[in-house]
Antibody
Framework: EVQLVESGGGLVKPGESLRLSCAAS????????LNWVRQAPGKGLEWVSS????????YYADSVKGRFTISRDNAKTSLYLQMNSLRAEDTAIYYC????????????WGQGTLVTVST | FILTQPHSVSESPGKTVTISCTRS????????VQWYRQRTGSSPDSLIY?????PSGVPDRFSGSIDSSSNSASLTISGLKTEDEADYYC?????????FGGGTKLTVL
């Protein structure tokens, strides 16, 4: 059974940093691109970032480019999102997701972790 | 590109409802469209993938289609149940970029 479990969310002030983690299990970790998708309170879904199975290729939404860094540790079967220079508009639930092989859609979702950026 | 959905729709139990998802630029048929249901307080669930396929466990009351003439995709739910009340999102992509529609709140009254 595929499982994705996020952690690391919390309350931070504008300009501060936070690192999210996603522990994955139930599949061959290195074979799959992983992704972060977020959802602001009461709003819709927004793709944030993707990373290839090897970690060699990373992609970002324009809204987070230059501030967020996606990475993975294949030995620990974990995905990360380092978020710097946080803004109020980054407040959201952050979901770790996995697409099927050679596909561009989220098939599996974690339960999400809430990030709140506020003074 | 953006995907535009109606903000809300409502229908009675037992009836059929269709939710649209219109692509602003580029051909709707050029990249697959997916549909998700999100109940309050939960993560999204996959309902339709690759335009019209259902994951195992999704009942055939849910169906998806695309219409190139209107450059849109549609999710149709037949035999509505009160438990279908939720937010529904379409999703597609272009190169290294996933795009979600703004979501449609379905009320079953």
């Amino acid at each position: 059974e595929v499982q994705l479990v996020e952690s690391g969310g919390g309350l931070v002030k504008p300009g501060e940093s936070l690192r999210l983690s996603c522990a994955a299990s139930g599949f061959t970790f290195t074979s799959f691109t992983l992704n972060w998708v977020r959802q602001a309170p009461g709003k819709g879904l927004e793709w944030v970032s993707s990373i290839s199975g090897s970690g060699d290729y990373v992609y970002y939404a324009d809204s987070v480019k230059g501030r967020f860094t996606i990475s993975r540790d294949n030995a620990k079967t974990s995905l990360y999102l380092q978020m710097n220079s946080l803004r109020a508009e980054d407040t959201a639930i952050y979901y770790c997701t996995r697409a099927p092989l050679f596909s561009e859609w989220p098939q599996y979702w974690g339960q999400g972790t809430l990030v709140t950026v506020s003074t | 590109f953006i995907l535009t959905q109606p903000h809300s729709v409502s229908e009675s139990p037992g009836k059929t409802v269709t939710i649209s998802c219109t692509r602003s630029s580029g051909n709707i048929a050029s990249n697959y469209v997916q549909w998700y249901r999100q109940r309050t307080g939960s993560s999204p669930d996959s309902l339709i993938y690759e335009d019209n396929k259902r994951p195992s466990g999704v009942p055939d009351r849910f169906s998806g289609s695309i219409d190139s003439s209107s450059n849109s995709a549609s999710l149709t739910i037949s035999g509505l149940k009160t438990e279908d009340e939720a937010d529904y999102y379409c999703q597609s992509y272009d190169i290294h970029n996933w795009v979600f529609g703004g979501g449609t709140k379905l009320t079953v009254l």
